[in-house]
């Protein structure tokens, strides 16, 4: 699997911790390097070649389109991400993939990383999810997963008779998972289609989906008739 290698440009120390956590979602995407300021930056890509570079704006000694200025080769592409919405158009002028404003979400980051994919010309079919359980790092692959929940800020991961925890939305999980693999059936659960056993309907138009492991998951009336079609179509 070919990863996205990355470097994150910012002052503050907690808006790059805080990227290193969304990154953590992304499977192909490896944070190679930081800097905390401009001239950091230039001389980390010089060093790194990255393919990607998360870039603040304002910054001390050197702003994220003075790093630019200077020219790199090769260039990666450029992602900023900043507190201000006013130098977007300046952003896209230079050619940026994205704009993402802080703090920046899940789902927020997820739709930028298919953006980055597209520009790089990678497929976003190689999403993975990762999980940390007790220190240990699993990669899951779509196929192994049974379902997903919401579980207040996080999603539970449902495979093999085990629940991970991992903090990421479910709006963010279905951007970026395969389309035809994947069906929301509620407002809190994503259901791998190929673990479905079977549907019952219930009288107010919602219904109960039975997985091949025997647990049950509620489907919302708004997304019954979608789910039928879903499974009419695999059959």
């Not at 993975?128 to 196929?143: K, N, Q, S, W, Y």
């Not at 008779?161 to 963010?172: I, P, T, V, W």
């Not at 693999?181 to 791998?192: C, E, K, T, Y």
Request: charged share 30%; proline share 4%; hydrophobic share 45%.
């Amino acid at each position: 699997m070919t990863e996205i290698r990355a470097v994150v440009v910012d002052d503050e120390p907690l808006a790059r911790r805080r990227l290193c956590q969304l990154a953590d979602g992304h499977d192909d995407l490896d944070l190679v390097g930081e800097a905390a300021d401009g001239r950091d930056a230039m001389r980390v890509v010089r060093e790194l070649h990255p393919d990607l570079l998360f870039l603040d704006i304002e910054m001390p000694e050197l702003d994220g389109f003075g790093v630019l200025l200077h020219g790199m080769q090769p260039a990666p592409v450029v992602v900023f991400v900043t507190a201000h919405a006013d130098f977007a158009f300046r952003a896209f002028q230079v050619d940026a993939v994205d704009y993402l404003l802080k703090p920046v979400d899940d789902a927020r980051f997820a739709e930028c990383m298919h953006r980055v994919r597209a520009r790089l010309g990678l497929s976003a079919a190689r999403a993975r999810v990762v999980v940390v359980d007790r220190g240990e790092r699993f990669v899951l692959h779509p196929h192994e997963i049974d379902w997903f929940e919401s579980d207040d800020y996080y999603a539970a991961v449902h495979v093999g008779g085990r629940r991970f925890l991992m903090r990421e939305s479910l709006a963010s999980l279905e951007s970026r998972l395969p389309s035809d693999l994947f069906i929301r059936v509620h407002r809190s659960a994503l259901v791998n289609l190929d673990r479905v056993r079977s549907l019952t309907p219930s009288p107010g138009g919602g219904g109960t989906l039975t997985l091949r492991n025997g647990q049950e998951v509620t489907v919302s009336r708004r997304s019954r008739a979608s789910l039928i079609e879903r499974l009419r179509e695999r059959s």
